[in-house]
């Protein structure tokens, strides 16, 4: 099966790196995306927009010749959302991991600060989200905050905007880390995520950790997206 992974906010390709080859190991093709503007901190990054984003992920669905299983972390769900959004007949199941769509005129990160068109990645301790980084140890914390990436402003605060209804048919896997399973089923209840609220079928997976997985426990995560794979389901039909 063809998997696409998408990462979120500040990463590129690399984050998927130790995920990788326990997929491949078990006879996937995999495709780990690098967004317009974040192939490193010296890529130009202005004028990169939300739709940008989106539009690599859909050309990475259009070149599928099968099935995709498409894998999302965090403000990726949203980019993603966006691209199952316009093709969702080339999407067999979405997984999204620590993170979920937004809505129809929503921003997907809007609250964070911007300078000269970029986001940086906040000092999560100071902002109170210590649950974000419990299982990285020091060193690889300097680490992963040495390597973040400032990211394009406007991929976080322009409008989604979505039109298909046949979005909400793609079967989706949520993968819940540093919140859990029962956690995101009252926010789904409470109406907070209408996205998922209507979502046909919406799998519930708890993976007590930090938000980064893939760095932290990337054979736990992998064993996770194989068993989404071994559960998709024929594409959409067209209209």
Same mark, same amino acid.
Not at 102 to 115: F, I, M, R, W, Y
Not at 195 to 224: F, N
């Given at each position: 099966?063809?998997?696409?992974?998408?990462?979120?906010?500040?990463?590129?390709?690399?984050?998927?790196?130790?995920?990788? %080859?326990?997929?491949?190991?078990?006879?996937?093709?995999?495709?780990?995306?690098?967004?317009? =503007?974040?192939?490193?901190?010296?890529?130009?990054?202005?004028?990169?927009?939300?739709?940008?984003?989106?539009?690599?992920?859909?050309?990475?669905?259009?070149?599928?010749?099968?099935?995709?299983?498409?894998? !999302?972390?965090?403000?990726?769900?949203? *980019?993603?959302? !966006?691209? *199952?959004?316009?093709?969702?007949?080339?999407?067999?199941?979405?997984?999204?991991?620590?993170?979920? %769509?937004?809505?129809? =005129? $929503?921003?997907?990160?809007?609250?964070? /600060?911007?300078?000269?068109?970029?986001?940086?990645? +906040? &000092?999560?301790?100071?902002?109170?989200?210590?649950?974000?980084?419990? #299982?990285?140890?020091?060193?690889?914390?300097?680490?992963?905050?040495?390597?973040?990436?400032?990211? /394009?402003?406007?991929?976080?605060? &322009?409008?989604?905007?979505?039109?298909?209804?046949?979005?909400?048919?793609?079967?989706?896997?949520?993968?819940?880390? $540093?919140?859990?399973?029962?956690?995101?089923?009252?926010?789904? #209840?409470?109406?907070?995520? +209408?996205?998922?609220? =209507?979502?046909?079928?919406?799998?519930?997976? &708890?993976?007590?950790? =930090?938000?980064? %997985?893939?760095?932290?426990?990337?054979?736990?995560?992998?064993?996770? *997206?194989?068993?989404?794979?071994?559960?998709?389901?024929?594409?959409?039909?067209? %209209?």
């Amino acid at each position: 099966m063809k998997i696409v992974l998408v990462p979120g906010l500040w990463l590129n390709a690399h984050t998927w790196d130790a995920v990788t %080859p326990h997929l491949e190991a078990a006879g996937h093709s995999v495709q780990a995306l690098t967004l317009p =503007g974040m192939e490193s901190k010296d890529a130009d990054r202005s004028g990169i927009t939300l739709a940008d984003h989106v539009a690599a992920v859909v050309a990475a669905l259009d070149a599928a010749d099968e099935p995709v299983l498409l894998v !999302c972390h965090s403000a990726g769900c949203g *980019i993603g959302h !966006c691209a *199952i959004d316009a093709r969702p007949d080339r999407v067999a199941r979405v997984v999204h991991v620590g993170g979920f %769509p937004s809505a129809e =005129g $929503e921003a997907l990160l809007g609250s964070l /600060p911007a300078v000269d068109g970029e986001v940086l990645m +906040p &000092d999560w301790a100071e902002v109170g989200e210590d649950a974000n980084i419990v #299982d990285f140890d020091g060193a690889a914390l300097a680490r992963f905050y040495a390597d973040a990436i400032p990211a /394009p402003a406007r991929v976080l605060k &322009d409008p989604v905007h979505l039109v298909d209804e046949r979005r909400l048919a793609v079967p989706v896997t949520a993968v819940c880390p $540093e919140y859990t399973a029962a956690d995101l089923r009252a926010w789904v #209840d409470s109406g907070d995520l +209408p996205e998922l609220s =209507g979502a046909a079928e919406v799998d519930y997976v &708890d993976l007590p950790g =930090g938000h980064w %997985p893939q760095l932290t426990q990337p054979e736990a995560l992998a064993r996770v *997206i194989l068993d989404a794979a071994a559960e998709r389901v024929s594409p959409v039909a067209g %209209p």
